[in-house]
């Protein structure tokens, strides 16, 4: 192979796929990450087949050569597949969920993406046939691009990506696609359906949420205000403008579909920046400086943490 | 001079500098790298003194051989002095001031670097002189870290440089002011000291208020949540940590005094970030799509902007 070379020495020892046959329905960013990273490092699926609802998503997806098989009815996909990975929008997962299921082979295993857990799990279950073991999975990694041009087989190395199985869920089942994304590159971890709902709201939905907010109040500002936020954002805004770039269908499902752990965390932090406003407005310094304090305090972990 | 040739173009053409003698009262990030800049690229002044009343940095500064003398005593110091630059946090300003304005020559500028500039220009104020100019600047750059070994001597290049003169600040004065503040690198812009405090408001106090705020109430939330607030930061919470580690004795004092714009933002801020939770709770759709479209609006004029 010509250009061995300029591979990963991983591929170099070929590992024996997961899965024979893999469909993705839904090749977006992560789907169509998982089909790079398939096709370019090997050791996930002897097959990949990619499914989606546009024409103009499937054409790309062929242009692009990341996958085996490009087709329109998930159905069909699905019944040739021994892994199928639905990486839609959450608020999607029901209804393909619902298309999929009833096609599958029995013994198959059905997996998902999902930002979210407890939502995008009540959402499947009504479809769920104890033939077919469900392993609901989120991997926590990402860009501010959407898309099929915007996946890379390496998206996925050294973020990490969180299990949430269900009582029943057959250990083999966790077994395999906890290998699968091993093999992405990932690292990976156990929780609770509803635990991951409450760590994903702290750590990224609410600091989403805040930064589309702050984005707003400052388009709501006079028009000369406004244009200076432009002018002078390297002092801070810009940073909180990043992630406020992403896409907004996603957003907006993560927002209605982690409801209850978001706005719990919405409510605390509300909490605190109202205690911080008061202790600004009455001169309450060591309030101040210890609430700074706190925050620096987890930047140096994070440091240290080596995730900053 | 033999390292001449890694020097920038600018320097091959000596400009006569804009001061004789100038006086850095506080050499920390922002005081150090005005040090630097003078002796590395030259036309700020002739003569550089540092003055500070930590004997820690004054011994700092003179190892880092960053200015041509370093003092204890600012009125002393000023004597000599035909530009006097307070760079101490902004809670510090009228103290200081009152110590160097009855020290300084008949016709020397006063300038300062606050963040805030309102309540800097009121502490100021009792002290001035009808013989002693003052320019109020505020140069926007800075990065987490702080003290005189933070300071780089290109910290000011392509940063904006806001200068809020009073009325009856002299345009001579003014002008040599904008003329330091260019040959450090910088944009220079003009404003009421009231908008300045608008601005700064919404594009740094408000985002450092609110990235202090989420990692104290991450760091509130059960052991086991925080550690993994840590882990697991990278999905949106980090980027809200970097200006989170800023120093909290300069953030306090700007907190403090700029008290009344900053309130307001945040008032507005909080208003929006409920009608989000609102909409959140009662499944607005539309509303939620809205204000996430508004935040990639703002980063998209961002990047036209070429800010982000």
């Known amino acids: 192979m010509p250009d061995n070379q300029s591979r990963p020495v991983a591929s170099a020892v070929p590992l024996p796929p997961v899965f024979e046959t893999l469909v993705v329905v839904g090749p977006g960013l992560i789907g169509s990450s998982v089909l790079r990273r398939a096709r370019e490092f090997g050791g996930l699926a002897r097959r990949v087949i990619a499914v989606d609802v546009s024409p103009e998503v499937r054409a790309r997806v062929s242009e692009l050569g990341i996958a085996d098989e490009v087709m329109a009815d998930a159905a069909e996909a699905v019944a040739q597949a021994d892994c199928v ?38 959402a499947i279950t009504p479809y769920l046939r104890p033939d077919v073991p469900y392993v609901p999975a989120h991997p926590m990694a990402g860009t501010e691009f959407s898309g099929p041009d915007a996946g890379f087989a390496t998206l996925f190395e050294k973020r990490w990506c969180l299990l949430t199985p269900l009582d029943n869920t057959p250990v083999e089942a966790v077994d395999a696609i906890r290998t699968l994304w091993e093999r992405c590159g990932a690292r990976l971890r156990e929780m609770t359906p509803a635990h991951h709902d409450r760590v994903c709201a702290i750590v990224s939905h609410l600091p989403h949420l805040l930064a589309f907010t702050i984005c707003g109040t400052a388009d709501d500002l006079a028009d000369e205000t406004r244009s200076e936020v432009l002018d002078f954002a390297a002092s801070g805004f810009r940073d909180f403008t990043r992630i406020a770039a992403s896409d907004p269908i996603m957003w907006r499902d993560i927002f209605l579909l982690n409801r209850d752990a978001l706005l719990e965390m919405l409510a605390r932090f509300m909490e605190d920046a109202q205690a911080m406003a008061r202790a600004i407005r009455w001169g309450d310094e060591a ?22």
């Open 85 to 122: 990975m639905l990486c839609v929008p959450v608020g999607a997962m029901g209804p393909v969920a619902a298309q999929v299921l009833p096609a599958m082979r029995p013994g198959a295993i059905l997996t998902e993406v999902g930002s979210t857990k407890v939502s995008v799990i009540e």
């Open 287 to 308: 309030y101040i400086v210890d609430r700074i304090e706190r925050g620096r305090k987890i930047r140096k972990s994070l440091i240290e943490n080596e995730q900053a």
